[in-house]
């Protein structure tokens, strides 16, 4: 069965610090992976996806994330952290099938110290 | 740029009531879906729609849930008989195509009592 594993559930760097946030997928072929952002009260913000092809995705706000088959991994990356960065980050893959369906990680609560 | 849009932001109801949440998917979009989060749980998939039937329903949509896409704007969620344990942030969101991104309206939090 499709999963996806969020190890980090809470995080916390400094202002300016780089980040990686993990995601590891359980998924039969290839998936189609992404990282989505919540703030509070908010929905969920899309920052990157990876389909096919480059391995290494750029997403917005200076996020990016490189997807590693042989490690079954799709870490999030940013070199230096911004305060408005504190958020929710959730991972998720999608079948590609017929309806796509997203399954998400239990997300990484980030905060950010000054 | 367009958005998904939902409504109400917040409903609280009494266990046993019927209640129906609405979202507007982007115009263009084909696909439709249903997500919940339980407080301090991960993002579940709920339901998908497309063409005017349900495509892939999860096992949390038993029979006291219900979606419809009434005219050509709203898409909605309904349940039937709601329960405690249906308390949650419900999101709906859309895709032009199963394989694109789907975009997430920004939630509807329902609290039953």
């Known amino acids: 069965a499709q999963s996806v594993t969020q190890p980090d559930i809470h995080i916390t760097v400094s202002e300016g610090a780089s980040l990686e946030l993990r995601c590891n997928y359980s998924?039969?072929?290839?998936?189609?992976l992404f990282w989505y952002v919540q703030s509070p009260g908010q929905g969920l913000q899309l920052l990157l996806k990876?389909?096919?092809?480059?391995?290494l995705v750029q997403g917005i706000k200076g996020f990016e994330a490189e997807f590693k088959r042989s490690q079954s991994s799709f870490n999030l990356r940013k070199p230096s952290v911004h305060w408005s960065d504190a958020a929710e980050y959730f991972c998720?893959?999608?079948?590609?099938?017929?309806?796509?369906?997203?399954?998400f990680g239990t997300g990484t609560l980030l905060a950010v110290q000054p | 740029e367009p958005e998904v849009t939902q409504t109400p932001s917040h409903q609280v109801t009494q266990m046993g009531q019927e209640v129906i949440l609405r979202c507007v998917p982007i115009?263009?979009?084909?696909?439709f879906y249903w997500y919940r989060q339980i407080l301090g749980q991960k993002v579940e998939f709920l339901v998908s729609f497309y063409n005017n039937e349900i495509s892939e329903k999860s096992e949390i949509f038993d029979d006291q849930f219900s979606v419809e896409r009434p005219d050509g704007s709203n898409f909605t969620l309904k349940i039937r008989s709601t329960k405690l344990e249906d308390s949650a942030m419900y999101f709906c969101?859309?895709?032009?195509?199963?394989?694109?991104?789907?975009?997430f309206g920004p939630g509807t939090r329902l609290l039953v009592l």
């Open positions: 969101a859309s895709n032009g195509g199963s394989r694109e991104t789907q975009y």
């Open positions: 998924y039969g072929a290839t998936p189609y």
């Open positions: 990876y389909f096919s092809g480059d391995t």
């Open positions: 998720a893959v999608g079948n590609g099938g017929a309806t796509n369906k997203l399954i």
């Open positions: 115009s263009n979009h084909l696909y």
